[in-house]
């Protein structure tokens, strides 16, 4: 029996290290995932006037992403000329979520742009392509080019728009390759890494197998001697 508790402790210290390794890892996605980022942290170009849905398309990288605000860029800062709207398609044109930006400076300003907090986060996976477009208004001029400033987890794919006054809808063709038409703009963290989590809900289960075994043991080494008694 001392062979086989030996065993036990043995397994029970290499079990405690993996979901120690695996807490620490999961600490420092976690820590990552709760930075705040942006696709676009400021538009560097000239504002420009736009009638029609407008944006850009990009490819999450590696990791997946949790949207949680959508933004407007807010040109001068003195708030907004009228009624914005916000939208986020898969690449094809299915709809993901919404955003209506009232006029004025009602929206919370931030690096240029007003935001709006989604009631439920959206999840960008890896490796998939998605756009985001604004419902833009000529007086407004939301709009600017960029090159630089882009998030490092997307690539960008290019300027979009749709050539269609009035509502907002699908930006579905690509006006400029690797720019983008800098209206709207999206706020989220990163997505923990499932392995992690993963590794440490399995080191979990088998601490609380290997314990359930332990008391067995005890209880049958208790047994025994209880038996032995004269």
Known sequence: MNTTSNNNRSIHRVVVRLV???????VVSSSLGQVDLMLFQGPTGSGIGFKDTVGY?????????SAHRLG???????????MNIVGLWLEGGTLLTTAIFPSGRSAPLESGFRWFDLSAPVILNANTTYRIGVQADL?????GFARDLV???IALIGAVRNGQQGNLSYPGSTAFPDQAI??????????PEPSAISLLIAGLVLLAVLRVAGLKHQQCQLTTVQVRKP
């Open 182 to 191: 800098v209206g709207p703009n999206l706020a989220y963290t990163v997505v």
């Open 20 to 26: 120690v390794i695996a807490a620490a890892s999961l």
């Open 57 to 65: 398309a990009f490819t999450v990288r590696d990791n997946p992403l």
């Open 139 to 143: 007086e407004m001029h939301p709009s």
């Open 72 to 82: 407007v860029y807010d040109i001068s800062g003195d708030g907004l000329e009228s």
């Open 151 to 153: 998030s490092p987890d």
